[in-house]
């Protein structure tokens, strides 16, 4: 597609419900990242996949969060028994990251899904 | 840990001013710095530097690194209301990136 394209755009849950999120990623690009971002926050890191490599998880706060990218793609953020505290902006971002050029990764990010937890 | 702020965090100037916006790092593996400008939602891509581009100009905005100091600064002549949005400063990649709390700037007809 032309941009990185999250859905839903918003989704409001219910404490405790499971959630997913969906990031469809710039064709060709072979990285993507998750962050998210509180009210009046910075972003925050939570997981990147680059190619077929293991996923750099570092970022998940808990074991309530994951994420998959099937084939290379599309990526699902999953968060399980949602907390009020989940509530935030979650962005995905997708670059073309050339291993012999590391410094040419500006990303490109998509517009978000606002997640609220009631 | 590494770590990015910004200053000030917000800042409402009237159209026509120049501002100048601050980022300062701590970081284990500096890379490089970016800004972004986030104006509803998807953060978009202003300006990256790095150990062999300290200084970038695009138009009336401008961003110049500080490698010996650990800070940059962000610069807008000429505001416009257009230029109102978060400004946000990251530090670090390709793998990930840490960012400011960023800096909400108003610009006043």
């Known amino acids: 597609g032309a941009g990185v394209s999250q859905s839903p755009s918003n989704k409001v849950t219910e404490k405790g419900k499971d959630v997913e999120l969906r990031c469809d990623p710039i064709s060709g690009h072979t990285a993507l990242y998750w962050y998210r971002q509180s009210l009046g926050q910075g972003l925050e890191f939570l997981i990147y996949?680059?190619?077929?490599?293991?996923?750099?998880k570092s970022g998940l706060p808990s074991d309530r969060f994951s994420a998959e990218r099937t084939g290379g793609s599309v990526s699902t953020l999953t968060i399980q028994r949602t907390q009020q505290e989940d509530s935030a902006v979650y962005l995905c971002?997708?670059?073309?990251?050339?291993?012999?050029?590391?410094?040419?990764?500006?990303?490109?990010f998509g517009s978000g899904t606002r997640l609220t937890v009631v | 840990e590494d770590k990015v702020v910004q200053s000030p965090l917000s800042l409402v100037v009237h159209e026509g001013d120049t501002v100048t916006l601050n980022c300062s790092y701590e970081v284990t593996n500096f890379r490089s710095l970016l800004w972004y400008k986030q104006e509803k939602k998807a953060p978009t891509f202003l300006f990256m530097l790095t150990s062999s581009g300290i200084e970038k100009k695009s138009g009336r905005l401008s961003s110049i690194l500080d490698k010996k100091e650990l800070f940059s600064i962000l610069n807008i002549t000429a505001t416009q209301t257009g230029d109102s949005a978060v400004y946000l400063c990251?530090?670090?990649?390709?793998?990930?990136?840490?960012f400011g709390q960023g800096t909400r700037l108003t610009i006043n007809p």
């Open positions: 971002a997708s670059s073309s990251v050339p291993r012999d050029h590391p410094t040419s990764y500006g990303y490109t």
């Open positions: 990251a530090v670090g990649g390709p793998q990930k990136l840490v």
């Open positions: 996949f680059q190619g077929n490599s293991a996923p750099d």
